[in-house]
């Protein structure tokens, strides 16, 4: 062992607080979430009395009014995500593979689809809450539905975030609006990665465009679309300020997801146990999707 | 360029003429589309009450009425709502030192993360990578009854701006340290041995070889954590429910939820509310990017 000088001391005294705050505020706060989970805990003041895992079963017991809440959160959660992955990925891409033929105002373009990142969720709500809003049926249509009217494409119209059946699809078109951008650009920087020369090699063998993006594109960006489903992915899961400020929980919690259930019940209802539980069942589904890659990425980085 | 690869060049087949202009119109479909939420709050926001209809959404104003924008801001004493204006300077003061504090300490833990190896520090950094990852809900009711207890020197920490402060300075430290220790990862070695060889030692490394190469870095970790910050709404709702103390992003919400205040209303307060962040995405959209690439752990 290196003899210990005062140089490292001091660089260990320097990272110290930084470790000390993770390991209390995260990995502390994690394990007090999940001692309260199993408390009843039911009202403003704390009560730590053990009852075991009796606020997970309730959730999973769809006999109780939180259980068939959790059930539909969780139904939204799969389909809220899987709609959002998907159209983020597919028009992320489309939109890097067109502006990677050489296209003049690149940059224009480009800071168009990406803006809406920078935006809060809030906002994005807010303001699509008032697009999708589809008027009634004697005064007439508004938003996207009266743009419908106006272009002739009136059979379009729908009820979207007030129809139950597909509220929470337009939730998912909202933050496809912000999200999409950022698939994009990962896509476009991956391409750009992408020697020239192979492409070409390709052409000239006489590949067509369509082959090429299958064959050859698609598989050498299939770190980048791993990337992409696991940062959106774990958004999609954690999603709460959307919902908070476009639709709420819904009729028949139609946009209900289990963020904003926990919050909900939490700290309007003060079921707090209740509430803990919740939060520990999205914890160890954002860490299913993070922690295998977390592992990958430092492993494959190597010698960090 | 060497006269073979012109030629190469010259012998690609350039796109036919139509496709080039399909590939246009549909850049060009996506961009309205991507606009079509700008226009509307913009037009919005500009228009007088008296010509404000949901049932003429997509007309263009008659000429510029900035009405709609000082209700969002100062309120409306007779129908009794709050402007945004107090939310917005909470969100100010809220979010200048909480930016400066982690990107220090980010800068701080990256060089020692990224030179200063230590026995366990490959285990520690994953570990430390994850916070930025969970949920918040899994930390939210300690940290809410943590931040109900502390009282530093009469200042409460739950429901003030200081105890917002800490929050995301300590929920921030996984971002900075990461995107801090892979930009002095890049920094060779041998600069650091030859000022080490001129005798400097922890400090004077940082002080003096890697401090005045980090304003790049600084530039990225600012406008990530400025932005995440501006646009936070879990922690600003949780923590502040007084409304003296209650950020930009909370306003806006209460704002927009409160059926007394009309749409162009909110359409204006939901642009006072993306203003800033939308200025640093336009002003420094290139570090933007950095971070944005940083987040996916691509550094």
Redesign the interface.
């Known amino acids: 062992m290196p003899r210990l000088n005062w140089?490292?001391v001091?660089?260990?005294l320097?990272?110290a607080?930084?470790?000390i705050?993770?390991a209390v505020?995260?990995?502390?706060?994690?394990g007090?979430?999940a001692y309260?989970s199993l408390t009843k805990w039911d009202q403003l003041l704390?009560d730590f009395t053990l009852i075991g895992f009796s606020n997970y079963q309730k959730l999973f017991d769809s006999s109780t009014l939180q259980g068939q809440r959790f059930q539909i959160d969780l139904r939204n959660t799969v389909t809220f995500t899987l709609l959002f992955l998907i159209a983020c990925l597919v028009?992320g891409f489309l939109?890097a593979l067109?502006?990677d033929?050489r296209?003049r105002g690149e940059g224009i373009?480009r800071?168009?689809?990406?803006?809406?990142?920078?935006?809060?969720?809030?906002?994005?709500?807010?303001?699509?809450?008032?697009?999708l809003?589809p008027?009634g049926v004697e005064?007439?249509?508004?938003?996207v539905n009266?743009?419908f009217d106006?272009l002739g494409l009136g059979f379009l119209k729908t009820g979207w975030y007030t129809d139950p059946k597909i509220g929470i699809m337009a939730v998912a078109i909202a933050a496809t609006?912000q999200m999409s951008?950022?698939t994009m650009?990962?896509y476009l920087?991956g391409l750009r990665a992408i020697p020239y020369e192979l492409r070409?090699a390709a052409?000239v063998d006489g590949a067509s465009e369509l082959q090429i993006v299958r064959r050859i594109i698609l598989p050498l960006l299939q770190p980048v679309t791993l990337?992409?489903v696991?940062?959106l992915g774990?958004i999609s899961?954690?999603i709460?300020?959307l919902i908070?400020?476009m639709t709420g929980p819904g009729i028949g919690f139609a946009t209900d997801v289990p963020?904003y259930f926990?919050?909900d019940t939490?700290?309007r209802g003060n079921h707090?146990s209740r509430?803990?539980a919740?939060?520990?069942i999205?914890?160890v589904m954002?860490?299913v999707l993070?922690?295998p890659?977390?592992?990958h990425?430092?492993r494959t980085e190597a010698e960090? | 360029m060497t006269t073979q690869t012109r030629e190469?060049r010259r012998s690609?087949k350039p796109?036919f003429r139509w496709q080039r202009v399909v590939?246009?119109a549909?850049?060009v479909a996506?961009?309205v589309l991507?606009?079509?939420?700008v226009y509307?709050?913009v037009v919005t926001g500009m228009k007088s009450f008296a010509e404000v209809s949901?049932?003429r959404?997509?007309d263009p104003p008659s000429g510029l009425h900035f009405d709609s924008y000082a209700k969002a801001w100062f309120g409306s004493e007779a129908e009794g709502f709050r402007g945004l204006n107090v939310n917005f300077m909470n969100s100010v003061y809220l979010t200048i030192p909480a930016t400066i504090l982690s990107a220090m300490?980010g800068s701080?833990?990256g060089?020692?993360?990224a030179k200063?190896?230590?026995r366990g520090?490959?285990v520690?950094?994953?570990?430390?990578?994850?916070?930025m990852?969970?949920?918040?809900?899994?930390?939210?009711?300690?940290?809410v009854?943590?931040l109900q207890k502390i009282n530093i020197f009469g200042v409460r920490l739950y429901g003030s701006i200081p105890g917002l402060i800490l929050a995301h300075v300590?929920?921030g430290?996984?971002i900075t340290?990461l995107i801090f220790r892979n930009y002095y990862a890049n920094v060779p070695t041998e600069l650091i041995e030859a000022s080490r060889i001129d005798g400097a030692?922890?400090?004077g490394i940082y002080r003096h070889v890697l401090f005045p190469l980090s304003l790049p870095g600084f530039v990225v970790v600012m406008i990530w954590q400025f932005?995440s910050i501006?646009?936070?709404?879990?922690f600003a709702?949780?923590i502040t429910s007084n409304p003296e103390a209650q950020p930009i992003?909370v306003g806006?919400?209460n704002l927009?939820g409160s059926y007394i205040v009309e749409?162009n209303v909110?359409?204006a307060?939901?642009l006072i509310?993306?203003l800033p962040?939308?200025l640093?995405?336009?002003f420094l959209?290139r570090f933007?990017?950095r971070g944005?690439?940083a987040?996916?752990?691509?550094g």
């Open positions: 140089e490292r001091v660089s260990i320097l990272i607080p930084a470790v705050a993770i505020f995260v990995y502390g706060f994690i007090w979430t309260a704390p028009i939109l067109l502006l033929q296209i373009f800071s168009i689809y990406l803006f809406p990142m920078s935006i809060s969720f809030i906002v994005t709500g807010v303001v699509w809450r008032w697009l809003n008027g005064l007439g249509s508004t938003g009266l743009l106006m609006w951008g950022y650009a990962m920087a070409e052409r990337s992409a696991i940062v774990h899961l954690k709460y300020d908070v400020a963020a926990m919050w939490t700290f707090f509430g803990a919740i939060a520990i999205l914890l954002v860490a993070i922690v890659y977390l592992v990425s430092i960090l | 190469l690609i796109p590939l246009y549909v850049l996506f961009a991507y606009l079509m939420p509307v709050l949901l049932y959404m997509w300490w701080i833990n060089y020692i993360l200063w190896k230590f520090s490959n520690l950094f994953p570990l430390l990578l994850f916070g990852f969970i949920p918040y809900q899994s930390i939210l009711i300690p940290l009854q943590t300590i929920y430290i996984p340290t030692n922890i400090f932005t501006w646009n936070d709404f879990l709702a949780t992003t806006l919400n927009a749409w909110q359409m307060g939901s509310a993306a962040t939308l640093v995405y336009i959209g933007f990017m944005l690439m987040g996916s752990l691509k």
